[in-house]
């Protein structure tokens, strides 16, 4: 078992900024891959972007790529999700979620997931 806690959610103006944190309640080396997924009214949920714990692979959606970077801190357990030029379109509750079975993008291969934090970002 794990449980992750998210934090650093918020609103903020088009092209802001917010970084995400999502704490384990192990070591992150205990978790292969991590991911950020997110969920905005009336939509699937989708993910975001993805690290390998240990490893400097990351993988991101082509909605993202290029303003979010996900990162990881050993020292405090934690996975980040900076976040960049943000667009209204990024408003959603994120969720980090682990335990990863299956191809990444796929929320049912996770076993483990957040309470998620709102992020609303407005033009």
């Known amino acids: 078992q794990v449980q992750l806690v998210e934090s650093g959610g918020g609103s903020v103006q088009a092209g802001g900024s917010l970084r995400l944190s999502c704490a384990a309640s192990?070591?992150?080396?205990?978790?292969?891959?991590m991911a950020w997924f997110r969920q905005a009214p009336g939509k699937e949920r989708e993910g975001v972007a993805s690290?390998?714990?240990?490893?400097?692979?990351?993988l991101y959606a082509d909605s993202v790529k290029g303003r979010f970077t996900v990162s990881q801190d050993f020292a405090k357990n934690t996975v980040y999700l900076q976040m960049n030029s943000l667009k209204p379109e990024d408003t959603a509750m994120y969720y980090c979620?682990?335990?990863?079975?299956?191809?990444?993008?796929?929320?049912?291969?996770?076993?483990?997931w957040g309470q998620g934090t709102q992020v609303t970002v407005s033009s």
């Open positions: 690290i390998y714990i240990g490893a400097d692979s990351t």
């Open positions: 192990r070591s992150l080396y205990s978790l292969s891959r």
């Open positions: 979620a682990a335990g990863l079975n299956g191809h990444w993008r796929e929320p049912i291969n996770y076993a483990y």
